[in-house]
């Protein structure tokens, strides 16, 4: 059953059906935490985290399809939604970002990557968290979308409309949206070195991807140096790194 946080999690013990994962004959492969990894997605922050954290993992990879840039439908067999990142732990399945964060620093981080509560920072931290994904990403998928939109297959006549609404929602709507996010940033970095205060936390790993999306899709530049220096400094740390090498080829990390 759900637990009481409203976590896509499940007990495997207790639960047949999609969210079963086949038992290892290793005890202590068993007792691993396996991220289900999907290629230039969100998933890479999880493995960042553990990297962090040095806890053991094992990485099963999944690939997008090459025309459409859609998950395979083997992830369907993990969760129903077919999407990444997913965990499995203790025989748990756990999806979306801030949740899995969440989950692995109450169950495996000792109270590291998270300010103690109670605390100005612990605050902040909770807040970037959570704007990572419910206020920084739709803005960013929404131009995706109708930067794509013009080039898909449509009758001839159709191609001028469409590039016209798509314009015009980006130049009304997403973009002008996109440019008072970074500035809201960009300014929110002038109070301290990391986003929830002076020390890096897991709050900076969720704010990785949305900035990442923003450098290559969104004009976030030399324009907005704390911005810049953020992904400059997550891109050296070490642990950054090996999550990288161990993830495989991400094209967001291209600094």
């Known amino acids: 059953m759900p637990t009481a946080a409203g976590f896509v999690a499940r007990d495997h013990a207790k639960t047949k059906g999609t969210y079963s994962q086949p038992r290892s004959a290793s005890t202590v492969a068993a007792r691993m935490i396996v991220v289900h990894h999907l290629d230039n997605s969100r998933s890479q922050r999880v493995l960042w985290l553990l990297e962090e954290l040095g806890l ?54 000792r109270g590291r990557l998270r300010p103690a509560p109670g605390t100005p920072e612990r605050l902040r931290y909770t807040y970037w968290l959570h704007f990572a994904e419910g206020s920084a990403m739709p803005p960013l998928l929404l131009k995706l979308i ?15 409309v469409a590039r016209g609404i798509s314009r015009k929602v980006l130049d009304t709507f997403v973009m002008p949206n996109l440019q008072r996010q970074l500035d809201f940033m960009e300014n929110e970095l002038g109070k301290s070195e990391w986003f929830a205060g002076p020390a890096f936390t897991a709050a900076d790993i969720q704010m990785s991807f949305p900035l990442e999306a923003a450098a290559q899709r969104a004009e976030l530049d030399a324009s907005r140096p704390r911005l810049m220096a953020f992904l400059q400094r997550i891109h050296a740390r070490p642990a950054y790194r090996r999550a990288l090498e161990r993830g495989g080829p991400y094209t967001f990390a291209n600094d």
């Open 146 to 160: 109708f930067d794509e939109i013009p080039g898909r297959p449509m009758p001839f006549f159709a191609r001028p």
């Open 56 to 109: 053991p993992y094992e990485i099963r990879k999944y690939r997008r399809d090459p025309d459409t840039l859609l998950a395979p439908a083997s992830l369907r067999e993990v969760h129903p939604l077919g999407k990444s990142p997913v965990i499995t732990d203790e025989g748990r399945t756990i999806a979306e970002s801030g949740a899995i964060i969440e989950y692995v620093l109450e169950r495996h981080g």
